[in-house]
């Protein structure tokens, strides 16, 4: 289009637009604030289900994946921290101005952009129903069946989507007010209380099992997956292959749990932007000394947490996605002894998911009044902010609503299946 500039230039308009956006308008981060932006983004809600992949790899596999993981994955982030400024005189402070620097202008948007705005706002999503979950724990662990007396029914279904859909509007409610702060630097508070409460509720997840202790021996090989279990002889071919197809596809599942739990590498050039950048020192220096801080509060949280429970309860975590969700019915019978301390760990956790939020939907923020700035030539400002943050909260909420209630509709067919 003729008069289109292309987003990685600075434009004049009222003053250089990259000194209004929400990436590149403060740069005058420490380098600690990398530390909890990375530890907020990275240890994602993909921690809690660190112990139920452990289960479906077994100890071998699934030590070596997690040690795999950490150390490449720390070494892309090096390779990310170092490519920011590797034209010198320029900075790439976003990821599609790295993705122009190597594919050209238009083709590097067309294939950073889609890919960027699909990872983050999926996580988003994520850390939606998420946030909705663990209010819902909260709830129930201090008051068991008190969801069907609000919902007014007895159904599972739909106390279900009705519960969840209540407690994901509570949560989302709360992002409404953060999401209008202005910057990265602005929500550095909020990623500090993420990051501590990250760490906090990780402590939580395996110390628990580490003073209840291991009362009976645990199966740590892999699950069986036929009808009934293994009898001598060989196996039917329709069993045999059923069961091959499952264990594929626990497998395939640990490595996607795997790899989501190592996240934040698509922020991290926006999160180097918000650092000074000088003659002889450039921001990659404190960059990356924040990373390595970083990272090593990313292996204190994710190999405790993986090994000991899967240690303290083997394949019993195959049927739960969420670690927190299965020590809540797990210690059911020691429920007053344990409440308040798996209360005080679904509130941590809230607090970490809605930092890793604002932290992921910054860059999305970013590149919405970018083109609005541009091609609309609407000028950067409050009003600009209040409109297309609500309105992505709100489409977020609307997604999740709807993701609630395919959810709820799986489980009543399954119910329909198994009680026919």
Not at 151 to 156: A, C, F, L, M
Not at 184 to 199: F, P, R, T, W, Y
Not at 282 to 308: E, Q
Request: glycine share 6%.
């Amino acid at each position: 289009m003729e008069g289109h500039v292309p987003l990685s230039e600075d434009v004049d308009y009222n003053g250089k637009l990259n000194d209004l956006l929400p990436v590149t308008a403060s740069r005058e981060a420490k380098w600690y604030y990398s530390t909890f932006h990375n530890v907020t983004a990275i240890v994602s809600a993909g921690i809690l289900g660190l112990p139920t992949a452990m289960a479906d790899l077994t100890w071998g596999p699934g030590i070596v994946l997690l040690i795999l993981s950490w150390v490449i994955t720390l070494f892309t982030l090096w390779q990310m921290v170092e490519m920011h400024e590797i034209v010198p005189g320029k900075r790439f402070d976003r990821y599609h101005e790295l993705g122009q620097e190597a594919f050209g202008k238009r083709l590097g948007l067309w294939i950073v952009v889609p890919q960027q705005l699909l990872s983050e706002v999926s996580v988003d999503i994520v850390y939606m129903v998420a946030g909705g979950q663990a209010l819902n724990n909260i709830y129930t662990l201090n008051c068991p069946g008190c969801s069907s007396k609000i919902v007014g029914s007895d159904d599972i279904a739909e106390i279900h989507y009705e519960s969840a859909s209540i407690w994901i509007l509570i949560y989302g409610s709360v992002h409404l007010l953060l999401v209008h702060l202005p910057n990265l630097n602005s929500i550095a508070a909020i990623s500090l209380a993420a990051a501590i409460m990250s760490v906090s509720y990780s402590t939580i997840a395996w110390a628990i099992p580490v003073n209840n202790g291991h009362h009976q021996p645990q199966d740590y090989h892999l699950p069986y997956y036929g009808q009934n279990s293994p009898a001598p002889g060989p196996e039917p071919p329709a069993t045999a292959n059923a069961h091959t197809a499952h264990q594929l596809q626990s497998i395939l599942n640990a490595l996607g749990v795997i790899a989501f739990a190592y996240a934040g590498h698509n922020v991290v050039l926006e999160i180097q932007a918000t650092l000074p950048s000088k003659p002889g020192k450039p921001s990659k220096i404190a960059m990356w000394r924040g990373v390595l801080g970083a990272y090593l509060i990313v292996a204190a949280c994710y190999f405790p947490v993986a090994l000991i429970c899967y240690w303290a309860y083997g394949n019993q975590l195959k049927t739960y996605a969420n670690i927190l969700q299965f020590q809540g019915n797990y210690y059911k019978g020691l429920r007053d002894n344990y409440k308040g301390i798996l209360t005080a760990a679904n509130v941590m956790f809230i607090i970490h998911v809605l930092g890793s939020y604002q932290i992921y939907a910054i860059p999305v923020f970013d590149m919405l009044e970018t083109v609005l700035a541009k091609k609309w030539l609407l000028p950067p400002s409050l009003k600009l902010r209040l409109i297309t943050r609500t309105t992505y909260v709100g489409k977020i909420f609307n997604f999740t609503k709807h993701l609630a209630l395919h959810t709820s509709s799986n489980l009543k067919s399954s119910q329909l299946r198994a009680f026919p």
